[in-house]
Every structure is written in C-alpha cells, then in structure tokens.
C-alpha cells in the first residue's frame, strides 16, 4: 500500500523488461507529472499497445522509460485503478494488469496536466478557425477541388490499418479545404494547429489513432456537404469531424454557444 492509498504489485529487481512494447513508452513533461503518466498510457491501452487482460511492463521498468519517479507512476497508476481502466494485484506474481476502457472518457476529461491544457487550447482554437475555412471552401471551391478531396478520401480507405499514412493523408484533406478557401490568414492557422498538434502527438501520445472507419465517413460527408455549398450542412458536419479527435484527447467533444 503506498501513500496514496492504492495497492501496487512488488517488483522484481532483476534485469529490465524485454517486453518490446516497453520502448513505444516516451519521457513525459514534468509538471502534472502523474497526469502526463495518465495520458500516455490511456494513449497506450485505446492505441491497442495493451489488450484487456495484457500486463504493463514492470514498474520500475515503466517509471525508467517515462522518465518519473516510481511515486509518480504509483500516483498515475492509483487514478487508472479507481476508475476500472487497470487493476493492480501485489506479489511476486502480481502486476499491472489492463482492465477496461469503458471509463477512458471520464479519465481524460478530469486531468489537468500541461500537455492536456495545451491540447484543449489548440482544439479550442482549431473549431472556429477551420469552420470558416469550410464555409469558404464551400463558397470558392471548383471542380477540380472536388476532384482532389475525393482523391485524398480514397487515400484514406485505402491506407485504414496505417496510422502513420492515413494521418499524412487526413492532415492533407485538411490542408485542401484550407487552400480553397482562399484565404492566406485562415491557411497560416490551419498550418500552426498542425505543427503544434503533430508536435505533441509525437512527442506525448504515439501510440493511439482515430477510429479508422469513422474518419472515413466523417471525410466523405464534409466533402459531400462542400459540394453542396449548403452551410447548414457544412457547420453540421465540421461540428462532428472535429469532435472526433476532440473525444479521443478530452474525453468529450468542445460545444461552443
């Protein structure tokens, strides 16, 4: 029993892990510190890194490759154990073992380490911006715009199981809507979300992606409803495109008034 209260298995002091998986695990910022340990492995188990009934690597292990201290994972561990997504058996044959990830939304939208800060603000920051990219893409775009989402959206059926191409090829769908909407201001935007939001993908969150087969969807319906050039449409289906991503980082989806 720790000093939090949350029960946390023995370890063995012998040679690290050679579980392969281990190495997927990046440094996290320090300053939520037990939060940014919380985000990476929720980012780990919805990423599919760790199946229901998989252990996690071994504490000190773990805590090493994150660069924390074995208290900091403990804390990050406790939060995960209280709300179900782990459970945690102590002994020589104990471990860490993934639960559930039934409470992952619950989880994410109560942290409040920098990284999630950050990630809420550029999101926040994303909505408006990229909604009235697609209301002017919608009023300027031509054929031959029309001819080149479609092209990206096959890129994507066909790249689905890749998450690194299929997120080149849905950064680039976004990039068109932008160009179209003629608007250099907008464009720059659009641009600083990316390179911020990339940034920090790779630095804190490798391993999770979006649900393939609802991207799809969500991209076909947007580039349906800018050839429509009906607004109504346009707002409706931003409004679910970027949610998507915006559930998966925080738990639940921005409303605005």
Not at 121 to 142: D, H, I, K, N, S
Not at 233 to 248: F, K, Q, T, Y
Request: glycine letters at 6%; aromatic letters at 6%.
């Amino acid at each position: 029993m720790n000093a939090n209260g949350s029960s946390t298995p023995e370890q063995d002091p012998a040679a690290p892990d050679d579980d392969p998986r281990l190495r997927r695990f990046r440094p996290v910022q320090l300053r939520r510190a037990a939060d940014e340990v919380v985000a990476v492995l929720v980012d780990a188990i919805r990423g599919g890194l760790f199946e229901v009934g998989d252990q996690l690597p071994r504490e000190r292990d773990l805590a090493a490759q994150l660069g924390v201290s074995r208290t900091v994972l403990r804390q990050a561990i406790y939060v995960l154990d209280q709300a179900g997504v782990v459970s945690v058996r102590r002994g020589n044959q104990g471990g860490i073992t993934v639960a559930s990830s039934a409470n992952v939304p619950t989880v994410l939208g109560a942290l409040h380490s920098h990284t999630q800060a950050t990630v809420r603000t550029l999101l926040e920051m994303r909505r408006p911006v990229e909604l009235q990219a697609a209301l002017l893409a919608g009023t300027r775009g031509t054929p031959a715009d029309w001819v080149r989402l479609e092209q990206l959206v096959s890129a994507l059926e066909e790249r689905a199981g890749d998450s690194d191409q299929f997120l080149a090829a849905d950064v680039q769908f976004h990039f068109t809507i932008a160009q179209m909407a003629q608007n250099e201001p907008l464009m720059s935007c659009v641009r600083t979300f990316f390179d911020a939001w990339l940034a920090i993908r790779a630095a804190q969150f490798p391993i999770g992606h979006v649900d393939f087969a609802e991207a799809i969807v969500n991209q076909r319906d947007t580039l349906e409803a800018l050839k429509s050039r009906d607004r109504a449409w346009i707002v409706r289906s931003m409004d679910v495109h970027l949610g998507a991503l915006e559930a998966i980082y925080l738990g639940q989806r921005l409303t605005f008034p």
